[in-house]
C-alpha cells in the first residue's frame, strides 16, 4: 500500500499548514504496512521529513499558487498513477486539491472553510474547492467545529471524520529551561524579551485574527494598571500587518510592544515558559494550536469564545468577547493578577491537553487511509 503526501500549499513550513505537515510526518510509523512519499516543490525536499527516511518526489513547478493550482486541476491524477499510489493525502486540502479523483484522496481541513470563502473575491477558488471537498473520498477536519462549518457551508462530502491536531510535548511541557540575560530579558536569538510579557502567537494576515483589538485591548490594560508588561506578536506578517504596525505606533504602550514577524516554530517553548499569559483573541480558529501549545507549557490562557477555542481548552481558559474592548482589557487584567485563576487555568490546562499528541493524530490517519485504501 503506497500513499502519497502533498506537500503543496503548505507555505515551505513557515505557516500553520506547514506546522501541520511538519509535525504529522515526523510521527508517521515506519512499519504501519503504508510505504508513504512525499511530494512536491524541491525546496522542500528536506522541510518535513524530520528523522524519518520517507522518500520524496519533485515536482517541477514555478512557485506559483495559481500554477500549483493547475497543476492539481489537470496533472496530479496522472503524477498519482505513474508513482503507484493508492491514495494521496492532501494536508493543505483548503487551498490546493483538485476536483476529480482517480486516486482516492483524502484532504485536511485545519481552516474554517465558511470564512476562507467569505474574505476572497476568487470565485474560481470557491467553486473549485467546493467541489473538490464535496467529491473527494474523506476529509479529516482538525476540530467538531469545522466538520460543522463544512457542513454548513454546503460542502456534501459524506465522509468527514475528525481527527484533533497533536503536541510535541517533547517540545511543550511545564517548566523552563531557558536562558536569561540577567533577571529581566530572554535571550532567543536574535531576539532579547523584555520580561514580564503577555504573547500571542499568530500569523498577522487579516482582521479576524484581532491584532488591532487586542493592541487596543493591552494600552486600556497599561493605562489603567500601569504594570510592566510587554506585548510580544509573534508570527509571520501579510499585507494587513502594515495597519497592525501602524495601530501600535499609535498606541500609548508602543514602547511596550514588540512584533517579532516569522518566528521558529522550535523555538515557541522558550518564549511560552517565559511569559506570564497567551493572550489569543482571533475568531477564525478551527484548531487553536497555539492555546494548546501554551497549555501545555503551564501558561494561563485568555482567548477568544469564537471558533473552536471552547472545544480545544474546555473550562481551562478565560473566555473573552474581541470586540467588546472594555471586556478584553479586563480579562487581560485578570488573568495576569489573579493568583487563584492563573494557577487554576495552568494546572488545568496541563491536565487537558494530555490528551493531544501527534503520535496520536498519526495512529488515527494511517488508520483512516487504510480504510480507504481497502475500500
Known sequence: MKVGIDTFGCDNGRSGLGAYLMSLVPALPLDSGIQFELFGSEIDRYTYNGDKSFNFTSVNIPDSLALERLWHAFKVNSFGKKRNYDAILYPAGSRILPVNFKIKGVAVINDIVSNLFEKTDDSWYRKHIRKGLSKVDCIIAASEYIRKDLEESGISCPNIQVIHNGIDHSLFYPGSSIVTTGNSAVDIKPFAIKKPYLIYASRIVDDRKKHVELIRAFTMFKEKTHLPHRLVLAGSEGEYGSIVHKEAGASSASSDIFITGYFPHDHFPELYHNADACIFPSVTEGVGLSVMESMACGLPVAC????????????????????????????????????????????????????????QTAEKTVALLKTICEK
Open 304 to 359: 477568544s469564545s469564537s471558533g473552536a477555542l471552547r472545544e480545544i481548552a474546555g473550562d481551562n481558559a478565560l473566555y473573552f468577547n474581541s470586540d467588546n474592548i472594555e471586556e478584553f482589557a479586563a480579562a487581560i487584567e485578570r488573568v495576569v493578577t489573579d493568583s487563584e485563576l492563573r494557577t487554576r487555568l495552568s494546572d488545568g490546562g496541563i491536565a487537558c491537553v494530555k490528551k493531544f499528541s501527534w503520535q
